[in-house]
Every structure is written in C-alpha cells, then in structure tokens.
C-alpha cells in the first residue's frame, strides 16, 4: 500500500478556474510535504515545499497542511492551460528527509 | 536552474542483459537518487547516494545496484534485465542542507523484451 495517497486521479477545470488537489498519509512519521508537477515528456519539477501548519502562497499556488489529519492540498488560483500537467504530492520523515515517499499522482487538465 | 542529464534517452534491452543507465549533475549537490515511474505508482524510489562512494537502498532495490563513483555521476545497473523493469527511469539530485528539493533529469524509458 502507498504511504501517499492522492485525490482525485484526474480534475478538469476552465481555464480562469479554481483547480484544488489533494493529499493525504497513513504514515504519521512524514513531517516534510512537497508538491511536484510533471509536464508531457518531461521530469518532475518541484512546486513548493510545505513543512507547517497552515498555508504558504507563492503566485498562484497555495498549499494548506494540516499534521494532525496528514492532510496536504494544492490550490491552483487562475488556472492556465500551461498549468495541465501531473501533480505529484511527496512526503518526507524527519529523520531521513532526503528519501521522498510519492503519491501516484493527480492528472490536471486545464480548457481552454 | 539545476541541470541534470540522463542517458541514453531511450533504451531497449534483452532480458537477461545488462543494462547502465548514466546520470550527471552540475550542480555540486551531494544527494543523487534514482526512480521509476509507471502508471498508478508515481515515482518509486530504487537507490540513492549522499556522495561519491556511498549508495542506499529505496524502496524497491531489488533487480538493480548503483555506483556513485564522483559527486557528479550516478549510475543504475540491471544486471540481469527481466520485462518487469521496462520503466521510464529518472535520476534526481538534491542538496542536503534546508529541505534538499531535488532536481530531476529528463528520463530514460527503458523496454526490456
């Protein structure tokens, strides 16, 4: 079974739209939190890290963690169609931070 | 932007062969690490090195080994290739101080047969 589990599998929004991602583990250990994105044909690239409680903006993307229910969200304000990608949720444990656990992934797609 | 490049791009293989999969970074990052990816799994972590020498267990070691023989490089052996392994492979590397984002390669897909 997968430490990181991710939902829903695929989102299709407008274009100008809310997209809202989500995130979850079974593995209270994980203290770290990061969100990848993954265009066709291409590497993982990181979107931002989260480590504590509450929520960290950066442009358009805001993710909420809440350790107490491991939950983790990605929200995508203004959604463009460059943002339709793979969106890989990741988690760490405080003692082996560099070793990432992935969840299988959420396929956003994004119309024009 | 960190840079980091993987070959070949596209490999097939025999089951039974051997098969290396090369990683180079320029970033002078100590950690390198190496994933699968397939299809309801995400990124599954194989092996991964916190520099020249050393190499750790992932998740799913079984089937591969890797060398570490500079900071820059990071290798991935099949040594016996079976049609389970048909994967598309990427290398990582990430700098082991305040979090350590890791930097992925481009990707090797690999069909063995």
């Known amino acids: 079974q997968q430490k990181v589990q991710q939902s829903p599998e695929s989102l299709s929004v407008p274009e100008g739209g809310m997209a809202s991602l989500n995130c979850t583990s079974s593995d209270r250990n994980f203290q770290y939190f990061w969100w990848y994105r993954q265009h066709s044909g291409e590497g993982p690239k990181a979107l931002m890290s989260i480590f504590s409680d509450g929520d960290k903006k950066e442009g358009r993307f805001t993710a909420h963690l809440n350790k107490a229910s491991l939950h983790v969200s990605l929200h995508i304000r203004d959604s463009q169609p460059s943002d339709s990608a793979l969106y890989f949720c990741?988690?760490?444990?405080?003692?082996?931070?560099?070793?990432?656990?992935f969840g299988s992934g959420t396929k956003l797609t994004v119309e024009p | 932007e960190a840079a980091v490049t993987q070959s070949p791009r596209n490999k097939v293989a025999v089951t039974g062969g051997k098969v290396t999969l090369s990683c180079n970074q320029t970033n002078n990052h100590n950690n390198m690490y190496w994933y699968r990816q397939d299809t309801g799994h995400g990124l599954r972590l194989i092996h991964y090195s916190y520099g020249a020498g050393s190499t750790e267990k992932g998740d799913i070691p079984d089937g591969y080994k890797a060398s570490r023989p500079s900071q820059e490089n990071f290798s991935l052996i099949l040594e016996l290739a079976t049609p389970s392994q048909t994967s598309v492979y990427f290398c990582?590397?990430?700098?082991?101080?305040?979090?350590?984002?890791?930097?992925f390669g481009p990707g090797t897909r690999l069909l063995v047969l």
């Open positions: 990582a590397s990430g700098d082991a101080a305040g979090g350590d984002t890791q930097y």
């Open positions: 990741a988690a760490s444990e405080q003692s082996n931070y560099n070793v990432l656990y």
